[in-house]
């Protein structure tokens, strides 16, 4: 199949599902055009089976604000015509999933018919989506895709409460690729960080206000004044400042290590005994996931999709966002011995092994099947 992927290219959940998944469907046999404004992160190398159109800034002195959006659905005409793609996948409705549609409906007046498929990732349908700014466009938009899919049950009854949608929403869930974070001996990273044998306590985001990072602090000075422990904060963003000056402030600074952004998660993750995740919104936790595959249990709150995958009292615990003492006394339960941190840790692991792409990849390859044979040329989506 021929498949064109449109995703945000930053350093963030939906991007990373998407690049993970078009390099999995490219694995498989079919032919991936990855369409958006830079390459994403995690594209780094030649695959034969994997192609990148770059959307090249269209700015003019009128504009304050680049149209964005017109020239995305432009190269998505070009792309979908001359490279013959049979199936639109975009990921995260804003703006997505309407440059799908102008996309779709452009090249049906020129006689070619592309269904789209709209992947809701979380805050299209939540913080942003939600907000009436948005919220018309994105209702219509997800009304009209061919097929969408909600990477947790929570998302998909968020999108309910949210929206009007006259449309089915399949759950797929997020996935991660077993193989690669199957735990690597990086002892040398270990000694490094912890060197007389701290616990190694870790985050990942992108540093936003609705990841509570601020928590994840305060959560680890509890931990560390009973267990020697070290804070990896992994990732940047908005909130990088405050949480600099949160550390001074509470004199943790020789305990907490800000990496910034890294590739290699998964190497990080190899000498990490617990993942800290707290966010107020959560439509899933992909990172999270990735840390239980590699074998890292997990403390977070229990908001939105965090609890299908964060078993409560078998791979972790889950709380209510600000509750900090909770989250604090569970950290300490993994953490206090060596016996319990090895049974959540192999419990983590049998989870995440349940959301391998080896599971997940094929029901999105079932769904476009299921998309191109039921969706029709003279459609009114
Ligand atoms: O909103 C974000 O935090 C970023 C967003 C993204 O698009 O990168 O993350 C969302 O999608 C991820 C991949 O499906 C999910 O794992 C995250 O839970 C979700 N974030 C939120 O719902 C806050």
Same mark, same amino acid.
């Given at each position: 199949m021929k498949i064109g992927i449109v995703c945000y290219p930053t350093y963030g959940g939906s991007g990373v599902l998407a690049t993970e998944l078009g390099l999995g469907l490219a694995e498989r046999g079919h032919q991936v055009h990855f369409i958006t404004y830079r390459r994403p992160a995690r594209l780094s190398n030649f695959h034969e089976n994997v192609f990148y159109h770059e959307v090249t800034d269209a700015d003019y002195p009128l504009f304050e604000f680049t149209p964005y959006d017109t020239a995305l659905t432009s190269k998505l005409v070009d792309v979908v015509k001359y490279e013959g793609l049979e199936l639109l996948h975009v990921h995260y409705a804003i703006p997505h999933a309407a440059v799908g549609y102008m996309a779709k409906k452009i090249l049906l007046s020129q006689g070619r018919y592309v269904p789209v498929v709209t992947t809701l990732h979380g805050t299209d349908i939540t913080l942003v989506g939600s907000?009436?700014? $948005?919220?018309?466009?994105?209702? #219509?938009?997800? %009304?009209? *895709?061919? =097929?969408?899919? !909600?990477? *947790?049950?929570?998302?998909?009854?968020?999108?309910?409460? %949210? $929206?009007?949608?006259?449309?089915?929403?399949?759950?797929?869930?997020? /996935?991660? +690729? &077993?193989?690669? #974070? *199957?735990?690597?001996?990086?002892?040398? #990273? @270990?000694? !490094?960080?912890?060197?007389?044998?701290?616990?190694i306590l870790t985050h990942v985001s992108n540093f936003r206000k609705v990841k509570r990072i601020d928590n994840v602090i305060r959560i680890f000075k509890q931990v560390q004044e009973i267990i020697p422990s070290k804070l990896l904060l992994i990732g940047d =963003?908005?909130?990088?400042?405050?949480?600099?000056?949160?550390?001074?402030?509470?004199? &943790?600074? +020789?305990?907490?290590? $800000?990496?910034? @952004?890294?590739?290699?998660?998964?190497? &990080?993750?190899?000498? *990490?005994?617990? /993942?800290?995740?707290?966010s107020e919104n959560e439509s899933f936790g992909l990172a999270a996931l990735e840390a239980m595959a590699c074998g890292v249990p997990v403390v977070s709150s229990n908001v939105g999709g965090l609890p299908e995958v964060n078993i409560n009292g078998d791979t972790g615990f889950v709380s209510n966002p600000d509750n900090i003492d909770e989250m604090a006394r569970n950290a300490m339960h993994i953490l206090g011995k060596e016996e319990n941190l090895q049974a959540f840790r192999e419990r983590a692991l049998a989870q995440a092994n349940r959301f391998d792409i080896a599971h997940i990849l094929p029901k999105y390859e079932a769904y476009y099947e299921h998309i191109l044979t039921t969706a029709v040329y003279s459609t009114n989506k």
């Open positions: 907000n009436p700014a $948005f919220a018309p466009v994105v209702e #219509f938009s997800i %009304n009209k *895709s061919d =097929g969408v899919t !909600a990477v *947790s049950n929570n998302l998909r009854q968020q999108t309910h409460d %949210n $929206f009007e949608i006259t449309t089915d929403i399949e759950v797929i869930y997020n /996935f991660i +690729d &077993l193989k690669r #974070f *199957s735990r690597k001996n990086k002892d040398h #990273f @270990k000694k !490094a960080i912890a060197p007389d044998g701290e616990r =963003g908005p909130e990088r400042r405050n949480l600099e000056q949160l550390c001074r402030e509470l004199k &943790l600074c +020789d305990e907490i290590r $800000f990496l910034g @952004k890294q590739e290699a998660i998964e190497e &990080l993750l190899a000498v *990490s005994d617990l /993942f800290l995740m707290p």
